[in-house]
């Protein structure tokens, strides 16, 4: 008997959207050509007017047909009579005193997810979510306090980096090429909320919709996906999708690790690194990232970092020493910024790049491990999280 792709757990999969017009954001061009040759456009056009449309929705950030100035009036109305173009709702928008914003984003069901936009010298990162709420229960991340409700659609993946793009006004001036304009929004990580790799196709989708060179136009190697370790789905990401790839490794042992990040109790370490070690061959693709939250006592001696060392040894890498983002009732506490330096200066030594990476958006609960949408945010007692983490 045939297994069952990973990504089709039956907990996880959307819940089937009213009946309506359709939404064109989020589709393929495949699936787009399609949905307008069933709308009544000839087939020998279709290709143009999807190449149209896809222009107008990607690299301009039109929202009404009747701005489509390209089509004629009748076909304009055909379109708007069959289809939407539509991005999720901005419930809230926070900003940082560094600049962070976050934005509590409202997807169909009621739904909400948190995506945050970074701002940097040069450049700006996005870091959007996959999914409501996760499956994985990482001990040391508020995300995984809040039970999974259902994958997000490629129009709700994508849609967040057209909704950041609204708020920042980097959608190209009437007349200019959109390739002259400053890109505020340069960059992508998928280290929102949820696990990207249970939720392959429509990340995979959303994501070549961000590369499309006619629209978004985001270069594979700006665009970094983040997995806890979905072993089956590692080689799939270098293959369908050939963006660059973070691990959250967060600890040398499985023993460290079953707790930190459950889902090593199904793929452990050895495995996790062998599926690693052919991701550049497959996609040549630059370092693998290895995310590693500092957490003190518990992951950040000096034993662990030789450890480390000698795990990744042959894998072109480099490790994000994250200092632990605290959060009400967590069950860890941040490891010293003297141990910190140390921990870095042996993986330095080592030949690896080791950079620490600034907390950014603390105080409006943005930076990583932080995230929780506002209507699931029950505190809960320390005491209670310890007993979940298995740590009571």
């Not at 089509?71 to 419930?91: C, D, G, N, T």
């Not at 949820?194 to 392959?200: A, C, D, I, K, S």
């Not at 450890?307 to 983002?325: C, D, H, S, V, W």
Request: hydrophobic letters at 35%; charged letters at 25%; a neutral charge.
């Amino acid at each position: 008997m045939a297994q069952a792709p990973i990504t089709q757990d039956v907990l996880t999969i959307p819940r089937k959207l009213p009946e309506g017009p359709l939404n064109l954001v989020g589709l393929t061009r495949a699936a787009l050509t399609e949905a307008l040759i069933t709308a009544g456009t000839p087939e020998r056009q279709a290709k143009m007017r999807c190449g149209q449309i896809w222009q107008w929705i990607y690299q301009k950030g039109v929202r009404s047909f009747a701005d489509m100035t390209n089509l004629s009036k009748e076909y304009r109305a055909l379109m708007a009579e069959h289809f939407v173009i539509e991005v999720p709702e901005v419930v809230t928008r926070e900003v940082s005193e560094d600049g962070t914003r976050k934005y509590l984003v409202r997807i169909a069901g009621g739904h909400e997810v948190e995506t945050v936009y970074i701002p940097e010298e040069g450049r700006g990162t996005l870091c959007i979510s996959s999914q409501v709420g996760c499956t994985l229960t990482c001990s040391f991340c508020h995300t995984g306090t809040q039970k999974l409700v259902r994958n997000l659609t490629p129009a709700e993946i994508v849609g967040q980096v057209m909704l950041a793009r609204d708020d920042l006004g980097e959608w190209p001036e009437p007349g200019k090429n959109p390739h002259d304009e400053t890109r505020l929004l340069s960059n992508i990580v998928l280290m929102g909320m949820g696990e990207p790799l249970y939720n392959f196709e429509a990340v995979r989708d959303a994501m070549k919709i961000a590369m499309d060179p006619e629209g978004i136009s985001l270069s594979r190697r700006r665009i970094t996906l983040s997995t806890s370790g979905v072993v089956p789905e590692i080689g799939r990401t270098a293959e369908e999708i050939g963006c660059l790839l973070a691990v959250s490794f967060h600890a040398t042992t499985d023993e460290v690790r079953n707790t930190l990040v459950p889902i090593n109790k199904r793929w452990n370490i050895a495995e996790l690194l062998e599926a690693l070690r052919t991701y550049p061959k497959a996609s040549n693709s630059e370092r693998i990232t290895f995310e590693y939250v500092m957490l003190k006592d518990v992951n950040d001696s000096d034993e662990d970092a030789h450890r480390l060392i000698e795990l990744i040894r042959g894998i072109p890498a480099k490790i994000n020493l994250i200092p632990f983002n605290e959060w009400p009732g967590a069950p860890y506490e941040r490891s010293s910024n003297n141990r910190i330096r140390a921990f870095a200066d042996i993986i330095y030594k080592a030949g690896y790049a080791s950079p620490i990476r600034k907390p950014r958006g603390e105080d409006i609960m943005a930076a990583c491990g932080q995230l929780k949408s506002a209507t699931e945010r029950a505190r809960k007692s320390r005491r209670q999280i310890e007993k979940e983490a298995g740590l009571g």
